[in-house]
C-alpha cells in the first residue's frame, strides 16, 4: 500500500512568488491535513479537507489556501511568499477526520526555501 | 484551553535509561491522546496512543502513563536505544481537531 506522496522533495522561490505543493493520500482515506514544521514552533496545523470540504483552519494568514480535489489529492497554495514562509511542510492522511480518534499517515514533506 | 504543553524541550540519556516526555492539558473534552516519533527527513509517524479510560498502555518499550485528574499525560522509552533518538510529539484529539505539543528532541547517547 503506497504511503503519503508528497511533490515536490524541495522548492527555492524568490519572496512576492507563489508556490503550490501537492499531496497525494493513501488510497482510501478521505482526509487531508497540512502542517507548517519549523526548528522553533513544531508542527503547525494549517488546514484539513475532508471530502473536498475545508473542515478546519489554523491561525495561517489569508496567503495560504489548500483545495481537495474528488479522488482527495490536495494542494496547498501560498501567495507572495515571505521569507518567513520558509519551512518543512507536511500532508498528513486518514480515514476520517481528525478528531474521531484516527490515525494520520505523514508525507515526507515538501521543505520550502524562500529567497 | 487547546494547547497541549509538551516538555522537556530537549533532552539527552545515557543509552539504556529511561527518557520521560511529559504533556499537559486543560481541555477535558480531549478523549484521544497519541505520541508521534519523528526521524530526521521523514514525516512523524504514530508511535503509541491511549484513550482517558485507561491509567497506562505498553508496547514493546514503549509505556504512555495517563493521570486524568492531573490532566496529565507521559510517555516512558525503556532499555532506550541511540536508534531511539528522534523528535517526539505528543497530541490530544477532540472531537474536531487534533492539538499538538511543541515537541521533545530526544538524544540516545552510546
Known sequence: KAGVTQTPRYLIKTRGQQVTLSCSPISGHRSVSWYQQTPGQGLQFLFEYFSETQRNKGNFPGRFSGRQFSNSRSEMNVSTLELGDSALYLCAS???TLGM???AFFGQGTRLTVV | QQQVKQSPQSLIVQKGGIPIINCAYE???FD?????QQFPGK???????IRPDVSEKKE???TISFNKSAKQFSLHIMDSQPGDSATYFCAADSNYQLIWGAGTKLIIKP
Do not use: D, K, Q, V
Not at chain 2, 43 to 49: D, E, H, Q, S, W
Open chain 2, 43 to 49: 514525516g512523524p509517524a504514530l508511535l503509541i496512543a
Open chain 2, 27 to 29: 481541555n477535558t473534552a
Open chain 2, 60 to 62: 514493546g518499550r514503549f
Open chain 1, 94 to 96: 486518514s480515514l476520517g
Open chain 1, 101 to 103: 480518534n484516527t490515525e
Open chain 2, 32 to 36: 484521544y491522546f497519541p505520541w508521534y
